[in-house]
């Protein structure tokens, strides 16, 4: 008999736990309190969640747990940085989305907000965030195998002109934003190259390496160890100015091809937050964006400090958005 | 610089204490399933700054190999994974524990583990340039010929062949389809749900299908009829002769074939152990001992992905290039604290890369002695009667799944192959042929699809190398072999 008990107690023990689990996924889409609050807010009271939308240890989750160790501090409460994942971003921001508008879920935003809108990964774009502050952008560079022919961006555009899709450029996936500016230099030179995606990882540097494809579309700190180790040249860089620690690489600008496209980064909260919260938010990451701590730590991972505000930081938003989606319909990526 | 004045500098109390809490944090990371190495390590990437570059970088990777210990561990006590890297040690680790063989199976996994990590560092230090341009040989049309015989000669994992296996193999590769294409861009079979993007998590699945699997068949059976696991005595706990004697052999091949797949980009210390499996299954000579218990199939794998965690060293090391998502971490843990990787590295900071090698050789003495009296305490574990134990497992299944990526979709994932685990074993369908399906499908798809690209529609680069063509030949002569050895291999059993 005490047998049974026990198995029928174990058996309703477990249950329990089940429901708990599932109350607790539903539980926190629910209830977000209409009031408008006008008079001062105490605010924040606990720990702020960052959703990082990529891996850990990835370019962005280094700059996104720098950000928040400095930005805690500034707001007296700690940052607690959480990777969700996936779809290109897609699943972090469904995530944050469903979050309740009260300034303690944050997400480190970025271009993906766009491509993965436009891919067609998830059914609402950047109008349903709003826009703190903006932080960083990191420029774009083609890079070729040490002992590649090319002297210069313009003898390859050349080479690539003359022979065209012979060319293979790799990027970190079809329809993102390396692919991307990889397309918007085939627009703005006429060169036409073979776009070869190879996902998250560096393997498209190891493939120049190895000799299989001829160039290749990153961020620079991605390929920085290369690079220092003259295996790997970069071409030019995307941007207005040259990166600090690439001191001897030009950007295109410089070379007569007027594309600047650049990954910003930046720090959004679900529409509907305060606007209280977010002015006391967009004030601590106006902080960070000044501490000089931060500005080497950016300056190391090959970044650089572009401060916007909540106002214009959606402004830009939206513009990105319009541009990238031009791009993204030119090689059919385009879904909605 | 030699191997001496490498330990001279990991021997220093600073330096040692750091490879002391990596190892014990990797360890932790190993045993819970879901927490993976590569969060473990991202979450201290600011103490590896404040330690500075020699101890920081000891501490990361102390974390870094030794999860490759821990993971057996649940594997073995109740068929939970605690690694992706670990889940073939369920098929033999959970079986001896029923017999009980728990605490043996442990150490074996410890010891083998140690043979491993401490061969792959000799092997990294002599080869490491060599083996760095061979790994730069495989482009993508190389890398698909690769999977090709990878799936040939995985697909007869389980050893009873038959279309069965086939059929698994072919779901695993179609349900490594789901979520964002490995390519970049598109969401594919999810239903407009978006949090599926993530794909199936494969550890939500392996703790599915063979942790929550094994509870429900459990429940299943009326209480009489479960076998009350043999009792653990004290002198139980550790190996017998016998039973080193059969391992010792599995531990070399298994470090050996581990440490070269480790040069493989992706998941390469889950591919390790699948294949070490394998080979262990077809040369043994106990094969009527595998799928009960064999104690050859828990040192093989557990040897295997330790070499290959070693082995994947090299890629980052000599090149700078990440080929997996742990060594992406340890490669950011490097330029957060100043140093580059790749080849200037040993240039550079010659102290952090002898200190880091140096380390190495102690860390994996310490997991040993560290991980050997755990042995006892973990086979306790098997003497809790199953209702109380199995309502636990449950939990620290959903806790897991959900820990892998915090995403509860991986969750539903979880409970859902938890019932076909139940079914699959109830119709005797072999979930390990599904789970390397799921290992090797993005690779797969992802080198065949950039193969074809790069080709520009022109079939001949797949056998435009002589690496590919060995790699057909072989695929071809393992066809034929088994056509003719196993006639049966094609019917359904």
């Not at chain 1, 160039?215 to 690079?227: C, F, K, N, T, Y």
């Not at chain 2, 997996?324 to 900071?349: C, D, K, N, Q, Y």
Request: proline letters at 6%; glycine letters at 12%.
């Amino acid at each position: 008999m005490i047998k049974k008990f026990l198995a029928i107690l174990t058996a309703s023990i477990m249950l329990a736990g089940l429901g708990l689990v599932a109350a607790g996924c539903g539980g926190a889409q629910g209830s977000s309190n209409g009031k408008t609050q006008e008079q001062k807010i105490e605010f924040p009271t606990k720990p702020i969640e960052m959703t990082v939308l990529f891996a850990p240890g990835s370019g962005a989750d280094l700059l996104a747990r720098k950000v928040a160790e400095l930005a805690g501090k500034e707001l007296g409460q700690p940052i607690t940085v959480v990777n969700r994942t996936g779809a290109g971003g897609a699943v972090g921001y469904s995530y944050v989305k469903e979050q309740k508008p009260d300034g303690y879920s944050i997400v480190w935003n970025s271009n993906s907000i766009n491509t993965a809108y436009h891919a067609g990964n998830m059914n609402f774009n950047y109008t349903a965030f709003s826009g703190v502050a903006e932080l960083t952008t990191e420029p774009v560079s083609i890079a070729v195998k040490a002992d590649a022919p090319w002297k210069d961006i313009n003898e390859f555009i050349e080479y690539a002109k003359k022979n065209p899709g012979k060319v293979r450029i790799g990027n970190s996936g079809n329809g993102s934003f390396t692919h991307l500016v990889a397309v918007a230099l085939e627009n703005k030179t006429g060169a036409k190259f073979t776009h070869v995606p190879f996902g998250q990882g560096g393997l498209a540097i190891s493939s120049v390496l190895g000799g299989q494809i001829e160039a290749s579309s990153q961020l620079p700190a991605e390929i920085m160890s290369q690079v220092k180790a003259g295996q790997v040249r970069i071409l030019a860089i995307t941007g207005e100015e040259r990166l600090k620690i690439l001191p001897d690489v030009p950007t295109f600008k410089e070379k007569g091809i007027p594309l600047t496209l650049s990954l910003w980064r930046g720090i959004a909260v679900p529409a509907g937050t305060p606007e209280s919260v977010i002015k006391k938010l967009e004030e601590a990451f106006k902080k960070v964006a000044e501490n000089p701590e931060f500005k080497k730590f950016a300056e190391d991972m090959g970044a650089n400090i572009e401060f916007r505000g909540a106002k214009e930081f959606d402004q830009f938003i939206a513009e990105q958005d319009k541009e990238l989606a031009a791009l993204m319909e030119q090689v059919g990526m385009k879904k909605q | 610089m030699s191997v001496l004045s490498a330990l001279e500098i990991a021997l220093t109390p600073y330096n040692l204490l750091a490879c002391f809490v990596g190892v014990l944090v990797g360890t932790l990371t190993g045993v819970l399933p879901g927490l993976g190495p590569a969060a473990a390590m991202a979450l201290l990437l600011p103490l590896t700054v404040k330690l500075g570059p020699t101890a920081g970088l000891i501490m990361l990777a102390g974390i870094y190999y030794g999860a490759m210990y821990g993971g057996s561990t649940t594997s073995i006590l109740v068929n939970v994974p605690g690694e992706p890297a670990s889940v073939v040690t369920c098929l033999e680790g959970y079986k001896l524990a029923q017999k009980g063989r728990a605490g043996a199976a442990l150490a074996v996994s410890a010891l083998g583990s140690f043979v491993a990590g401490t061969i792959g560092i000799v092997l990294l230090q002599l080869f490491a340039p060599p083996l760095a341009k061979a790994a730069l040989a495989f482009g993508p049309a190389e890398f698909f010929a690769l999977t090709v015989v990878g799936v040939i000669v995985l697909s007869n994992l389980s050893g009873k062949g038959g279309i069965k296996a086939f059929l698994m193999i072919a779901l695993g590769l179609l349900l490594s389809t789901v979520g964002l294409d490995p390519l970049g861009g598109v969401n594919r079979f999810t239903f407009n749900q978006p949090l599926a993007g993530t794909g199936l998590s494969f550890i939500a699945i392996a703790a599915g299908l063979f942790g929550v699997g094994e509870i429900l068949w459990l429940a299943s059976q009326p209480e009489e009829k479960i076998e009350p696991v043999a009792k653990v005595r004290l002198r139980d706990l550790y190996p017998t002769k016998e039973e080193i004697k059969r391992a010792l052999p599995s531990m070399f091949r298994g470090t050996l074939l581990g440490f070269l797949i480790g040069l493989i980009p992706g998941p390469s210390a889950t591919i390790a152990s699948f294949a070490s499996y394998s080979l262990e299954k077809s040369t043994s000579k106990h094969k009527e001992e595998f799928g009960n218990g064999a104690i050859e199939g828990v040192a093989g794998p557990e040897s295997a992905n330790n070499a290959a965690s070693v082995g994947a060293m090299i890629p980052l090391l000599s090149l700078g290039i990440p080929f997996s998502p742990a060594i992406a971490v340890l490669l950011s843990g490097m330029l957060l604290v100043g140093v580059t990787p790749g080849p200037l590295f040993l240039r550079e900071h010659p102290d952090a890369f002898w200190g880091v090698i140096g380390s190495m050789y102690i860390g994996n003495i310490m997991l040993l002695i560290l991980n050997l009296p755990l042995v006892g305490i973990w086979a306790s574990i098997t003497r809790i009667p199953y209702k109380y134990l199995m309502p636990v497992v449950l939990l620290f299944c959903i806790v897991g799944a959900y820990a892998d990526n915090n995403n509860i979709f991986d969750v539903w994932v979880m409970l859902a192959a938890g019932v076909a685990g139940y079914l699959m074993r109830k119709y005797e369908y072999d979930p390990a042929p599904l789970l390397i399906g799921l290992v090797m499908g993005p690779i797969m798809e992802r080198s065949l699809r950039q193969a074809l690209i790069m080709g520009r529609g022109d079939l001949a680069i797949f056998v435009a190398s002589p690496i590919s063509l060995a790699m057909y030949a072989m695929a071809l002569a393992l066809v034929v072999f088994m056509l003719v050895k196993k006639p049966r291999v094609m019917s359904a059993d």
